[in-house]
């Protein structure tokens, strides 16, 4: 399944207020899809757990559950490293 730009804007915008939420952030962290996790915003592990737990319980609908792999969690560094995962998880799910 490929992915509009429609669907690529609202997957971007998603992500970023979970990480919003999550990390009590905006601009000019949330414009700069290099901020890193870790280093910019001070996460810590249980953050991320959660964090990654707020993004598959966000994109999961239905019978279709979105999940992230313990290896793809260790590579997820910056903001643009989970919007392009979640946006290649979702070219990868079946259309319907």
């Given at each position: 399944?490929?992915?509009?730009?429609?669907?690529?804007?609202?997957?971007?915008?998603?992500?970023?207020?979970?990480?919003?939420?999550?990390?009590?952030?905006?601009?000019?962290?949330?414009g700069?899809?290099?901020?890193?996790?870790?280093?910019?915003?001070?996460?810590?592990?249980?953050?991320?757990?959660?964090l990654?737990?707020?993004?598959?319980?966000?994109?999961?609908?239905?019978?279709?559950?979105?999940?992230?792999?313990?290896?793809?969690?260790?590579?997820?560094?910056?903001?643009?490293?989970?919007?392009?995962?979640?946006?290649?998880?979702?070219?990868?799910?079946?259309?319907?």
């Amino acid at each position: 399944m490929s992915i509009t730009q429609e669907q690529h804007q609202d997957i971007e915008k998603r992500v970023k207020d979970i990480v919003a939420g999550q990390f009590r952030v905006t601009t000019p962290y949330l414009g700069d899809p290099n901020t890193r996790f870790v280093e910019d915003l001070g996460a810590e592990l249980d953050d991320m757990i959660k964090l990654f737990t707020k993004i598959e319980d966000n994109f999961s609908k239905g019978d279709d559950n979105f999940s992230i792999s313990d290896q793809e969690e260790q590579e997820i560094r910056t903001i643009s490293d989970l919007i392009n995962l979640v946006i290649n998880k979702k070219q990868q799910q079946p259309t319907e």
